[in-house]
């Protein structure tokens, strides 16, 4: 018998990396999926070619009964809250959206899971935009949080909720603090993939300049890929835990695009523009993760440079802006 998973979030980034790993683990993956906003919400899983071998069960979030009914449905032992509104920009102008879905979304789950089947295991997608004005140079597990967007004070509610129901109701619910991870399958929005495009639309002629916002920030970047086998390897360990998950190196957004331009032979200077509009209210100066209770509790560790996933991105974004 196969085991049994589910996936909240199975159309994003991480979701669509960790079913394809869970798949070729031996799984049976289903996934919830909320129908709304984008127009082609499956490309992921497309891209990736998994999507007939997926069980994909309409819900949502924020919708307590329809993740009763996926979990009955499902039956599964293993269940990866990876769903949520999930843009810190975006947060600021849906807060409250934020707060439902990202935030009381994870409580649903919870509580959806301490009623239908408390023996499952549970992963929380929790997020170093948790540690936001940084309290210690290298964030660790025991570094003190102070959430800098709504995004990330909603992903505090849902740490918080999944270490007291492992306290309170001995739920097996571990919560991965992962630091920002990228791949060709980001969204346009996050600034990795934003840059990545740019960069090839640049070297095929068919933009000229690229927009940023503040390129001082520093961030932990490693690749989803990586990831996503660190939270695998949460729900296989005796007890639950939280865990930092990061690739102990930081980097400027401004460092991260050189290296996206340089790699097609461009040089940066020539193409970037500061531009106001995409400075936030309140920024995250620096991101730098500490993964040491990863590699030696989990035997995990980030096995990609950000130069090899810049490239990779760049690659992917050229061949799919040139058609092949
Ligand atoms: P985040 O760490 O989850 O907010 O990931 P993002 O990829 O959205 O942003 C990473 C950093 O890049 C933040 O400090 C942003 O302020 C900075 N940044 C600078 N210019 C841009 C931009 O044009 N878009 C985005 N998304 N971020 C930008």
């Known amino acids: 018998m196969s085991k049994q998973a589910l996936i909240t979030g199975i159309t994003g980034q991480d979701g669509a990396y960790l079913a394809q790993l869970l798949l070729q683990k031996g799984y049976e993956v289903h996934g919830l999926v909320a129908r709304r906003g984008s127009d082609h919400p499956l490309w992921r899983l497309d891209e990736l070619g998994i999507c007939d071998q997926l069980r994909l069960i309409d819900g949502d979030l924020t919708d307590l009964a329809s993740i009763v009914r996926a979990l009955q449905q499902s039956r599964a032992e293993e269940v990866y809250n990876l769903g949520a509104m999930s843009f810190v920009g975006t947060s600021w102008n849906q807060p409250l959206l934020t707060a439902q879905v990202t935030g009381v979304g994870a409580a649903n789950v919870l509580e959806a899971l301490?009623?239908?089947n408390p023996t499952a295991r549970f992963y929380q997608a929790?997020?170093?935009?948790?540690?936001?004005?940084?309290?210690?140079?290298?964030?660790?597990?025991?570094t003190p949080f102070y959430p800098r967007s709504p995004y990330g004070v909603a992903k505090l509610y849902g740490h918080w909720l999944t270490v007291n129901y492992r306290e309170s109701f001995g739920l097996h619910a571990s919560s991965g603090i992962l630091f920002n991870h990228e791949s060709p399958l980001r969204g346009l929005e996050f600034v990795t993939r934003k840059v990545t495009d740019a960069v090839a639309r640049i070297k095929l002629g068919k933009q000229r300049e690229l927009r940023l916002g503040n390129?001082?920030?520093?961030?932990?970047?490693?690749?989803?890929?990586d990831y996503v086998e660190a939270m695998w390897r949460m729900l296989q360990q005796d007890k639950p835990d939280d865990y930092v998950i990061a690739t102990g190196r930081t980097t400027t957004v401004r460092d991260m695009c050189r290296i996206a331009f340089e790699h097609v032979g461009?040089?940066?200077?020539?193409?970037l523009i500061i531009d106001p509009a995409f400075f936030r209210p309140a920024e995250v100066d620096v991101l730098l993760g500490?993964?040491?209770?990863?590699e030696s509790r989990l035997g995990w560790r980030a096995t990609t440079s950000l130069e090899q996933l810049i490239v990779m991105m760049v690659e992917a974004d050229l061949r799919r802006l040139s058609g092949g």
């Open 266 to 271: 461009l040089k940066m200077d020539d193409h």
């Open 126 to 142: 929790s997020t170093s935009e948790m540690f936001g004005l940084i309290q210690a140079e290298r964030q660790s597990e025991s």
């Open 114 to 116: 301490r009623l239908v």
């Open 290 to 294: 500490d993964p040491a209770k990863a």
């Open 215 to 225: 390129i001082d920030a520093k961030r932990d970047w490693g690749f989803a890929g």
